[in-house]
């Protein structure tokens, strides 16, 4: 196999740098999928399940991962009539449990972009796990994780219908036709 050249230059060169803005997630309220905005934090963590074991004619040991989930532990500025976060605050005031703490996460990647307006996606069922509410002295904060309940779901976004400024999307399971890479503005 051929190594890419533009590859290359990128090792030695550090281009392309992907920022934290380029990553963005929307949650499902309803029928619409709506950008996550207001978090301050918003990092995935994963936790592994390990089978580690020494056979008797090797030197070292050997470890396979044989499970896999992953956590985002969140903190949020919170503000009024923003759906994300209405939703979010009522799995914390009414307590909800099982399904009715659950919702849907679409991660966009825009720096990988599939097709003209179509970028790379993962979408996954998480528990909205409520840690605290009313933290900071300036904004009303809540914090806590989503964790992951079920397997992700890779596909791409698109714009929602009548949105210009990706504050909603469209999710659809798979790859588009006629796929191409590179960077895209949102």
């Given at each position: 196999?051929?190594?890419?050249?533009?590859?290359?230059?990128?090792?030695?060169?550090?281009?392309?740098?992907v920022?934290?803005?380029?990553?963005?997630?929307?949650?499902e309220?309803?029928?619409?999928?709506?950008?996550?905005?207001?978090?301050?934090?918003l990092?995935?963590?994963?936790?592994?399940?390990?089978?580690?074991?020494?056979?008797?004619?090797?030197?070292?040991?050997?470890?396979?991962?044989?499970?896999?989930t992953?956590?985002?532990?969140?903190?949020?500025?919170?503000?009024?009539?923003?759906?994300?976060?209405?939703?979010?605050q009522?799995?914390?005031?009414?307590?909800?449990?099982?399904?009715?703490?659950?919702?849907?996460?679409?991660?966009?990647?825009?720096?990988?972009?599939?097709?003209?307006?179509?970028?790379?996606?993962?979408?996954?069922?998480?528990?909205?796990?409520?840690?605290?509410?009313?933290?900071?002295?300036?904004?009303?904060?809540?914090?806590?994780?989503?964790?992951?309940?079920?397997?992700?779901?890779?596909?791409?976004?698109?714009?929602?219908?009548?949105?210009?400024?990706?504050?909603?999307?469209?999710?659809?399971?798979?790859?588009?036709?006629?796929?191409?890479?590179?960077?895209?503005?949102?």
């Amino acid at each position: 196999m051929a190594t890419n050249t533009k590859e290359l230059q990128n090792l030695k060169e550090f281009k392309g740098l992907v920022l934290r803005a380029d990553v963005v997630s929307f949650m499902e309220i309803g029928e619409n999928y709506y950008r996550m905005k207001g978090f301050t934090d918003l990092p995935t963590s994963k936790e592994t399940e390990e089978y580690s074991r020494k056979y008797v004619d090797e030197k070292s040991e050997r470890t396979s991962v044989t499970g896999m989930t992953s956590t985002t532990d969140f903190t949020l500025d919170r503000y009024k009539d923003n759906p994300v976060h209405n939703r979010i605050q009522e799995v914390f005031d009414k307590e909800q449990l099982a399904d009715d703490a659950t919702v849907n996460i679409v991660t966009v990647d825009f720096s990988k972009k599939l097709a003209e307006g179509k970028f790379y996606a993962i979408k996954r069922n998480h528990t909205i796990v409520p840690d605290s509410a009313g933290d900071g002295t300036d904004a009303y904060q809540y914090s806590g994780s989503f964790k992951a309940n079920g397997a992700p779901i890779d596909g791409y976004a698109e714009l929602g219908e009548g949105d210009k400024d990706w504050l909603t999307i469209k999710f659809t399971e798979g790859s588009p036709s006629g796929s191409v890479s590179g960077v895209g503005s949102h």
